[in-house]
């Protein structure tokens, strides 16, 4: 959800200055983030002297690249190459690369565990702009939206890749940007997948829920939000805006219905990153669609929704770059590649 609890104060300890620049390392061309995990630091990078998707490892406090496993990917430049974010859990690092090849190693040494390409095995097709996905790994299972022409979202053993299960799709649902939201909706914990041409739920088993195509964007990105137990915010860009879908069960069948929905110069949007959600605030960074408001950080009241209550001012525009929380601040990377660190309160304006 890219809300930081444990995290040690940051700005007081680096003061106005930002903080110091320990190391840097060159990567190829495109938009992938880094995670850290055991002092290290792994990315999933394009190695362009072999045509090649990189999973590297580096030191934390030194960046000595500690190793580097690699596959062929020969893909032509499409706003970058390189894509998502790597998952880490239990000494493994699976990542999911531009083109749907999806491969574990471990975390130490970089020797394969296993490797699955998406493509090939469901007959899915890589979203426009190449595969924006990070995998979800949840205990021992890595959960990945597919697409395929029979299987929607699958769920493969961590350590070993085979099949733990699979949620069926009828072809209609393609592979999108979004990541999978896992979240506790109507008192059952579930997996969401926001896929083109709709939107569908199942259990931990991998057993359907519910699906629905009342809002179905031509590109989607963010991962949905869960507001409550039977809520969530849906946005998307290029001018499809955001929707509330709500979800109500009776006699044991789910259904789905929009609450409201609306355009990005009326209410909260967002074009690529998944909006945050805390304390029953939604701030999002507003798409470039968005009026008055675009590239704005803005607030809204979860209940007051498409009101939006707060904004960082036309003077603090942010462009289509992350941002997360933490130590009760916002640290955004705008698209001049420069960190800002707004504080939550001060600097956003009633």
């Known amino acids: ?7 040690p104060p940051l700005s007081k300890s680096w003061g106005d200055s930002g903080p110091k620049v320990l190391w840097r390392a060159d990567l190829g061309e495109g938009y992938a983030g880094a995670i850290i995990a055991e002092n290290r630091v792994y990315v999933l990078d394009y190695w ?19 190793w580097r496993r690699s596959y062929k990917n ?30 574990a190693v471990d975390a130490r040494s970089g020797d394969l565990l296993w490797s ?19 995998p979800l790994i949840d205990g021992q299972k890595v959960i990945l939206g597919i697409g395929g022409e029979k299987v929607l979202v699958a769920a493969f053993d961590l350590k070993t890749g085979n099949t ?17 939201l896992s979240a506790k909706l109507l008192n059952r914990d579930c997996y969401v997948y926001a896929a083109l041409g709709g939107i569908a739920a199942c259990d931990h088993d991998g057993k359907p829920l519910w699906r629905s ?17 039977h809520r969530l915010f849906l946005t998307a860009g290029y001018g499809a805006g955001s929707a509330i879908l709500s979800l109500q069960e009776a006699n044991g069948q789910i259904t789905a219905t929009l609450d409201k929905q609306w355009k990005p110069t009326q209410g909260p949007a967002s074009e690529q990153q998944t909006p945050l959600f805390i304390d029953g605030t939604l701030f999002t960074i507003q798409p470039k669609d968005a009026g008055a408001l675009r590239a704005e950080l803005v607030a809204a009241n979860a209940d007051t929704l498409p009101a939006v209550t707060a904004s960082s001012g036309k003077e603090n525009r942010f462009g289509l770059g992350p941002y997360l929380f933490a130590d009760n601040a916002f640290w955004i990377v705008d698209d001049d590649g420069v960190l800002i660190c707004l504080k939550r309160r001060s600097l956003l304006r009633q």
């Open 164 to 180: 733990v299960w699979e949620l069926p799709n009828d072809g209609a649902f393609k592979m999108s940007h979004a990541s999978i």
């Open 213 to 229: 195509t009342v809002w179905k964007p031509a590109v989607w990105a963010p991962t949905p939000v869960a507001l409550d137990d």
């Open 116 to 134: 699955c390409d998406l493509v090939a095995t469901y007959t899915c097709e890589v979203p426009q702009w190449y595969a924006g996905q990070c």
């Open 74 to 103: 020969p893909i032509r430049r499409n706003h970058g190459k390189s894509r998502t974010v790597p998952a880490y859990a239990d000494n493994v690092v699976v990542s999911l690369g531009p083109a749907g090849h999806v491969m």
């Open 48 to 66: 362009e002297e072999r045509n090649a998707d990189a999973l590297r490892c580096f030191d934390l406090l030194t960046g000595a690249e500690l």
């Open 1 to 7: 959800d890219n809300l930081v609890r444990d995290t």
